[in-house]
């Protein structure tokens, strides 16, 4: 099985950063693709960024420029560095991996529990 585990999120003021962390663990050949999905209130979740293997980044467009994605050095990690948050960034954040988990060629995707980022005016 893998776990995606997520760290981070919290409470910050409009204005502020936060960097949201997450690793991947247990049965991992390798992962490809790994980025962050965000689901606002009431809202449907939609993409954040995402980051390949080799380091190539695809940013939602109303978030180029605040937003920085970037992968771990064990490659099993991906980050995501938020400034100048504002109230509309306030949803629960889950981390995504695209994991190959054996010699097969077979990728799986894997979501993590989420964690909270509230932006308070």
């Known amino acids: 099985q893998v776990q995606l585990v997520e760290s981070g999120g919290g409470l910050v003021q409009a204005g502020g950063s936060l960097t949201l962390s997450c690793t991947a663990s247990?049965?991992?050949?390798?992962?490809?693709?790994m980025g962050w999905y965000r689901q606002p209130p009431g809202k449907e979740r939609e993409l954040v960024a995402t980051?390949?293997?080799?380091?190539?980044?695809n940013y939602a467009d109303s978030l180029k420029g605040r937003f920085t994605i970037s992968r771990g050095h064990a490659n099993n990690m991906v980050n995501l560095q938020m400034s100048s948050l504002q109230p509309e960034d306030t949803a629960v954040y889950y981390c995504?991996?695209?994991?190959?988990?054996?010699?097969?060629?077979?990728?799986?995707?894997?979501w993590g529990q989420g964690t909270q980022v509230t932006v308070s005016t």
């Open positions: 995504y991996a695209r994991v190959q988990i054996s010699a097969v060629k077979q990728w799986w995707p894997y």
């Open positions: 247990g049965t991992i050949f390798s992962t490809d693709v």
């Open positions: 980051i390949s293997s080799g380091g190539d980044a």
